[in-house]
């Protein structure tokens, strides 16, 4: 089975610093790595995902992150945040062969303060 | 074209009672699934259905039931509503399993469930 852990609850940073919000994965398989933002009151919206090839994959809204398979790590990275950016991130895996089963974290809230 | 649309978006139950959700996947998606989140939690995978048939389910009690009809929709039904079944449930639909572009899933804008 897989799962996932968000490390922090909740992220606290200042408009236009950078921001790193993290995630770690287990799993015994080979797994597809995705990020998706929740705003308020609304369905959660794909960020970005891994599938293969590049361990650094770009999205919407200027985030990236990248995948380190010997950290069992997805990282979620954006150089210079905006107000618009708070939500809940939410970090997920699926394995290769069972790709429709969605395994979450539990969330971090980002917090982008003037 | 639409997104995956859910019905109701809110919704107050008494403990005891039936709750029925549904959901229209994207057009083209046949494969539907089904998440519980929990205020506070991240969503959790309850039931897939592709092509009309379950082909996974969560860690739920038999209360949770689900089935997909032939236009792809699905409807999500939980019977004997207890307190702690009060939650967003999310409706995510996807492509065929035969599809390369990758596995993403599509999610719609949740049905709140509060049971009182």
């Known amino acids: 089975a897989q799962s996932v852990t968000q490390l922090d609850s909740q992220v606290p940073v200042f408009e236009e610093a950078p921001v790193e919000l993290r995630c770690n994965y287990s799993s015994s398989v080979s797994v597809y790595l995705f990020w998706y933002v929740q705003y308020p009151n609304q369905g959660l919206q794909l960020l970005l995902k891994y599938l293969s090839g590049s361990t650094l994959v770009k999205g919407i809204n200027g985030f990236e992150a990248e995948f380190n398979k010997s950290q069992t790590s997805f990282h979620l990275r954006k150089p210079s945040v905006h107000i618009s950016d708070t939500a809940e991130y939410f970090c997920?895996?699926?394995?290769?062969?069972?790709?429709?089963?969605?395994?979450f974290g539990s969330g971090t809230k980002l917090n982008v303060k003037p | 074209d639409a997104g995956v649309t859910q019905s109701p978006t809110h919704l107050i139950k008494t403990r005891g009672q039936h709750v029925t959700l549904r959901c229209s996947p994207i057009s083209g998606h046949k494969s539907v699934s089904w998440y519980q989140q929990v205020l506070g939690q991240g969503p959790q995978f309850i039931f897939q259905?592709?092509?009309?048939?379950?082909?996974g389910r969560g860690n739920f009690p038999d209360r949770f039931s689900a089935r997909q009809f032939p236009n792809y929709s699905s409807e999500l039904n939980v019977n004997a509503l207890l307190l702690g079944d009060s939650a967003l449930y999310l409706c995510?639909?996807?492509?065929?399993?035969?599809?390369?572009?990758?596995?993403?899933?599509?999610f719609g804008e949740g049905s709140w469930l509060t049971v009182v």
């Open positions: 259905y592709y092509e009309k048939e379950e082909r």
């Open positions: 997920a895996v699926s394995d290769r062969y069972n790709f429709n089963k969605f395994y």
């Open positions: 995510a639909s996807s492509l065929p399993r035969t599809d390369n572009s990758g596995n993403t899933i599509y």
